[in-house]
């Protein structure tokens, strides 16, 4: 018996519209353009840092800008879902084995959310 | 009390025979709420049209022969509930994989990956009977008890885009039951199986989409097992090019 | 079938996505009042400039700008193959240059202070 099988072609740029959870994956991966721009933002405060008082306070001139407020609701946004699109995933890279049971992974996440909101204090009021 | 209720039921027909390519064909059926997916196509067979070809043997989770997308979704089609659905539910063959015939699918690619991963244990050494059994601790056997149920259904498969998108990747399931030999106190075969499993086509393909784990019938969390790989492979990496004098 | 070298990558993509995952936010927060004037005291020239001054704030300051790159970069890399580009060589070469770029310049810029 001869075989003939058909094989379904799949769109590699429109994949993902398919179903919601490629979305969200893709929501979430689209996150690091803002992480990655970010960066770019504290180097760039970073050389005007390097460059003295002036050039620092154009920099902070530059950023009072509506255009700088955008951007950063646009990457505190991002963050945000990276931050938990991670933390919610860290018992399945990170399994906890105590005795013989894995630890629930609601307390995996918990800690991880618990530490996230420890260090954003510390680092809000050493900032502010 | 059962309720009787018609469904639409709308089959992926491809005849290779006669058909360039694949069409729809709608059948009416009627169905008891209690009835899976799998009961309608039983009931086309036995009833309504006697060529409909589809694979099935337990009606019970456990061959994982069943599986098809169940309006879009892959599914066990003795484990989706008629009663989960509206009264139009359309069923075509697991994505990804080529179509031979009705909701036949072409499964030989993934059996030879199953079996390139090696997924028998490969004790670390030679062991005569007479020296007694390999003993394990409950809390060993918990380590990979998990992945020790995927019944190769190949839904994860069939929700893996990336498995769409690059058909070389070996993909969920194969890896998570490398990884299964690998966290067996028994074995010895990891470096055997890494060869394999920490390639580019190998768990490198893998981007944590995370669908595989939604979908899997038997809570396998394939892509938890494909990230614990992934940090094992790192740790391996570092320490072979950073670290040469640690021995493995 | 040779082993990967994507670990290398990798390590640091994960490295990065534990470390902006904790302290990206809170640093946007901060920048993000800067630039609503929320207060005048808030990301001025004195209080960074003491704090990339000693050689702990360097570091601090170059960890996280480090791995905040390279995880960014690497996610790029696979985000570009997701939206159907199929060139995965150039555009390695093209976010981990960018990348390696963002690394050397922060270290100078850091030396300078």
Redesign the interface.
């Known amino acids: 018996m ?7 072609e ?7 519209l ?2 919601p ?2 979305m969200r ?2 929501a979430r ?5 803002f ?2 721009a ?6 760039v ?3 005007r ?2 460059q003295g ?1 002036d050039a ?2 154009e920099f ?1 001139n530059a ?3 509506p255009l ?2 955008l ?3 646009a ?2 946004i991002a ?2 879902y ?2 938990m699109s ?2 919610n ?1 860290t ?5 906890i ?1 105590q ?4 630890v629930p992974g609601s307390i995996i996440v918990g800690a991880h959310y618990g ?2 909101a420890v ?3 510390i ?2 009021f050493l ?2 | 009390m059962s309720e009787e209720r018609q469904i639409q039921l709308e089959v992926l027909r491809y005849n290779p025979e006669t058909d360039s390519q694949p069409r729809f064909q709608t059948y009416t059926v009627p169905c008891v709420n209690e009835w899976v997916v799998l009961d309608a196509l039983n009931y086309v067979k036995e009833n309504l049209d006697p060529t409909l070809s589809y694979r099935w043997s337990c009606h019970m989770a456990v061959c994982g022969s069943c599986g098809y997308m169940i309006n879009g979704e892959p599914k066990l089609g003795c484990k989706a509930f008629i009663h989960e659905y509206g009264d139009h539910i359309r069923v075509e063959p697991l994505a990804h994989f080529p179509i031979e015939r009705d909701l036949v699918t072409v499964v030989e690619d993934f059996i030879a990956k199953l079996a390139s991963v090696k997924p028998y244990l490969i004790p670390k050494e030679d062991k005569p009977i007479s020296a007694g059994e390999f003993k394990q601790t409950p809390a060993e056997l918990m380590k990979f008890k998990q992945y020790t149920l995927c019944i190769n259904c190949m839904l994860c498969y069939a929700a893996c885009p990336q498995y769409g998108l690059v058909p070389e990747f070996l993909g969920p399931a194969a890896i998570s039951m490398a990884h299964r030999y690998n966290q067996d106190s028994r074995d010895g075969g990891r470096d055997q199986r890494q060869e394999v499993v920490a390639s580019d086509e190998g768990v490198w393909e893998c981007s944590f989409v995370g669908a595989c784990s939604e979908v899997c019938p038997k809570h396998v969390d394939p892509a938890g097992a494909l990230q614990q790989v992934k940090v094992a492979s790192t740790i391996d990496w570092y320490k072979e090019h950073l670290m040469p004098w640690v021995k493995k | 079938m040779a082993k990967s070298n994507k670990p290398i990558f990798w390590g640091l993509f994960a490295a990065g996505g534990t470390v902006t995952a904790f302290v990206t936010p809170a640093l946007v927060l901060i920048t993000l009042f800067a630039a609503m004037r929320f207060s005048p005291d808030l990301f001025t020239y004195e209080v960074l400039h003491a704090f990339a001054a000693n050689w702990l704030g360097k570091l601090i300051i170059f960890g996280v700008i480090l791995v905040s790159l390279w995880h960014a970069a690497h996610r790029l890399r696979v985000t570009v193959h997701d939206f159907g580009v199929r060139a995965d060589t150039l555009v390695a070469y093209v976010v981990y240059g960018i990348a390696g770029l963002g690394t050397f310049v922060t270290i100078v810029y850091l030396l300078r202070i």
């Open positions: 001869s075989r003939k099988p058909y094989i379904r799949i769109s590699k740029t429109r994949w993902f398919r179903q959870r490629y994956y893709m991966e689209v996150t690091c353009i992480i990655f970010y960066t770019f933002l504290l180097i405060a970073l050389a840092l390097s008082p620092f306070q902070l950023l009072r800008s700088g407020v951007f950063n609701l990457v505190l963050a945000v990276h931050s991670w933390f995933v018992p399945q890279a990170m399994p084995q005795g013989e049971e894995f530490a996230w260090i954003s204090l680092i809000l900032g502010v």
